[in-house]
Nanobody, 112 residues
Framework: EVQLVESGGGLVQPGGSLRLSCVAS????????MKWFRQAPGKGFEWVSG????????SYADSVKGRFTISRDNAKNTLYLQMNGLKVEDTAVYYC?????RGQGTQVTVSS
């Protein structure tokens, strides 16, 4: 059974940082392109970032470029998202996923 478990969300002030983690199981993690996406209150899903199976290629939405960094540790079956310079508009539930699979999400709230 495929499982994707996100963690690391929370409440942070504008300008702060958080590091999200996503532990994967039930599939060959190292073979798949992985992504982070988010859903803000009352809005649809927004792709945030993606990383190739070996971690050599990364991509970012314009809204987070220069502030967020995606990475992965294939030995630990874990995907990460380092988020710096957080803004109020980054408030959302963040999900990791591949293909059409996604986890349950972790809430990130940016507020003063």
């Amino acid at each position: 059974e495929v499982q994707l478990v996100e963690s690391g969300g929370g409440l942070v002030q504008p300008g702060g940082s958080l590091r999200l983690s996503c532990v994967a199981s039930g599939f060959t993690f190292s073979s798949y392109l992985m992504k982070w996406f988010r859903q803000a209150p009352g809005k649809g899903f927004e792709w945030v970032s993606g990383i190739s199976s070996d971690g050599g290629i990364t991509s970012y939405a314009d809204s987070v470029k220069g502030r967020f960094t995606i990475s992965r540790d294939n030995a630990k079956n874990t995907l990460y998202l380092q988020m710096n310079g957080l803004k109020v508009e980054d408030t959302a539930v963040y999900y990791c996923g591949y293909g059409v699979k996604r986890g349950q999400g972790t809430q990130v709230t940016v507020s003063s």
